[in-house]
């Protein structure tokens, strides 16, 4: 192990004690709150990132995992009366058994008709669940009266730590490299005798396991919502904005990604609350102009920087490198 | 109970030539382009609420704006293209496809959200003089702004056709349908075709979204499900075929029409997601018609 790798480790180990910590000295409900939606987001776009990012398959889809699996956990606990655990393993069994179910019928489907036809399945969903289930879903009295975010903010801190860690993992094994062989060219990735279909239909098993496993924290931590909700195409598109604007296949891209989103929208909302202008006679309020803001970064990841933050960083860091060099060199001279 | 039938096939009809003129512009921008416009819901919405502002500000009637509504989304959809998806014409095949509709999203996400910052998120629709004026047919009544609505949209699509088959530039942009390197070679200038099939079909969204704020009404979150509804018309009335999308639209309109008498109306969504889901699988899986997925 080269001391690169050791200080990385003790890095990681480092920041993971710190995040465990962080409820112990950190007893604002309000930053606990967002320190739940970043890992919440970390979640959901780790999970697309399995198969959007590293097999290239553009799912717009992703919500169906995530409402289904909250859907089942919140269902099986509170109205089967389930213990929680159960109820959230069966959460992510039924996101995996709809990925087995919709995988050969869908990998039929290539490039812009996979991505329509997920979304189209996710909208199916989402309408479903709207009229199955149309009144909205509260916690019990006598859980509210317990109710208590630390678990809440631990269990996150868990789904958030496996989802990354596997996909860490993955993608350094065989499975990940021929995942990542069918994104780069299907054909010839066939021709090396990887199977794409095989390798397509893990990579959205995993991601649904994941996008379920989120979907059952959410319904964990959140008291009072409507059961469609987490079908609503916004978890979808703001995962898949979180993998592009950190770094699309990569790692480190949806934790940056998924901080960067939630702190951004949380320092536009504070700061744009109340401001108010007229335009054409038209009361226009800017608090909600996060969207607007994500939108455009978007737009110029896609078109002008790809590998989102992470290449940018990959860009800049050579410029540093090289100064040290250069002092490194003029000390030795 | 069969004037009951009668009257929600004749409204699925009345509501399908809408349907077909939302999706015209989707079809012809990924028969010319091969990108799928997913914003296309989002320039209805803009067309929508420019008509609905020149009524409620000026008074003036929607159908008279109709050709100013088209003037300005050709103008959004110039600057669209121009801006931002005339960058991306030159990549690969999979890369095109994958960028244009990463950034349509992008797109709409903005449009969407602006709208709901400038307009509000209160349903709003246009309520004419004669909105509720309808004429009636063997018991069947028929509204007249859902009437000409559909002789509009006709005629929209009809006059497309003409233009695609007749003219020198319709031929222009047929031929990049067919094959845009033999059309290049053939000296005809692709980045000018894609521009005026992207510009036609953003007038074609506005005049549509302009109908729908006079025949239903309009929120700016309506834009993902006029998408998906342009969508689900192109895939049944078959790519790059104008009259096939206005077959499409009323198709989707009379199934529309069937949903309501069962299951009921809010299955309407689900059932046409499903038929589109169905055919886009057994299109891939070359069970009818050509290999397109």
Sequence with gaps: ?????????????ALLVLLALLPMVIKAEYSINLAVL????????????ILGGYTGQTSLGHAAFFGLGSLTTRLL????????????????????????????????????????????????????????????????????????????????LVVAVLTVATAYFLVRSRLGLG?????????????????????????????????????????????????????????????MMMAYIGGVGTIVGPIIGALFFVVTRELLVLTLQGVQFVVLGIEVSLEDLHLTVFGLLFILVVLFLPGGFVEAWGKIRPVFERRTKVKEVSLAS | MPTLVAQNLAFGILMGGLYGLAAVGLSLVFGVTKFLNVAHGELLMLGGYASFWIFTLRGVDPFLSLPAIAVLLVL??????????????????????????????????????????????????????????????????????RVASLAIALV???ALHFFLRRTYTGKAIRATVEDWEAATVMGINIQQVYLLAFVISAGMAGMAGALVAVC?????????????IALVVMVLGGLGNILGTFVGGIALGVTHALTNIWPGGEYREIVALLLFLVVLVSRALGLFGSKEG
Excluded at chain 1, 202 to 217: D, E
């Design chain 2, 156 to 158: 929209c699509l009809v």
């Design chain 1, 77 to 156: 606990w509170l109205n089967a009366g389930w213990p929680f655990f159960p109820s959230l393993l069966a959460g992510c069994g039924a996101a995996v058994a709809l990925a087995l179910l919709i995988g050969w019928p869908a990998f039929k489907l290539r490039g812009v008709y996979f991505a329509i036809g997920t979304l189209a399945l996710a909208q199916v969903g989402n309408a479903t669940v709207a009229n199955l289930w149309p009144a909205i879903s509260s916690l019990p009295a006598e859980y509210l009266a317990t109710y208590q975010l630390a678990p809440r903010y631990y269990l996150f």
């Design chain 2, 76 to 145: 959004i959809g110039l600057i669209l293209y121009t801006l931002l998806f005339s960058r991306m014409v030159k990549l690969p095949e999979a890369d095109k496809i994958k960028n244009t509709l990463l950034v349509g999203f992008g797109v709409s996400l903005i449009l969407q959200n602006l709208a709901l910052l400038f307009f509000t998120a209160d349903d709003r629709g246009i309520t004419t003089s004669y909105a509720g004026k309808a004429f009636t047919l063997l018991g069947v009544r028929f509204p007249i702004v």
């Design chain 2, 216 to 228: 239903q009404s309009i929120v700016p979150t309506m834009g993902l499900d006029w998408t998906l």
């Design chain 1, 1 to 13: 192990m080269s001391g690169k790798q050791i200080i990385a480790i003790a890095l990681i180990i």
């Design chain 1, 38 to 49: 970043v890992l919440l987001y970390l979640g959901l776009a780790a999970s697309w990132n």
């Design chain 1, 179 to 239: 995942m990542m062989a069918v994104r780069e060219e299907e054909e010839a990735a066939e021709s090396l005798g990887i199977s794409a279909f095989r390798h397509k239909l893990l990579a959205l098993v995993v991601s649904a396991f994941f996008a379920g496993l989120t979907g059952g924290a959410f319904a964990f931590h959140f008291t009072a919502y409507y059961p469609q909700f987490p079908f609503a195409p916004t978890w979808t598109f703001d995962a």
